[in-house]
């Protein structure tokens, strides 16, 4: 694969870069989402 004019990423600045900042902080939205349901049935696991 050649990274020149070809790369799809080459363009990425101003509103682009926003949108991947959004996307990334909704990753880590659900990070700590699934990362407190892990807890919660680690928890249950517990108990039974």
């Known amino acids: 694969m050649s ?3 070809s790369d799809p990423f080459s363009h990425v600045d101003g509103l682009d870069s926003l949108e991947t900042i959004g996307i990334v902080k909704q ?22």
Do not use: Y
Request: aromatic letters at 0%.
């Open 3 to 5: 990274s020149r004019t």
């Open 27 to 48: 990753m880590m939205k659900l990070n700590e989402q699934i990362m407190k349901l892990n807890k919660h049935l680690l928890q249950l696991d517990e108990r039974g």
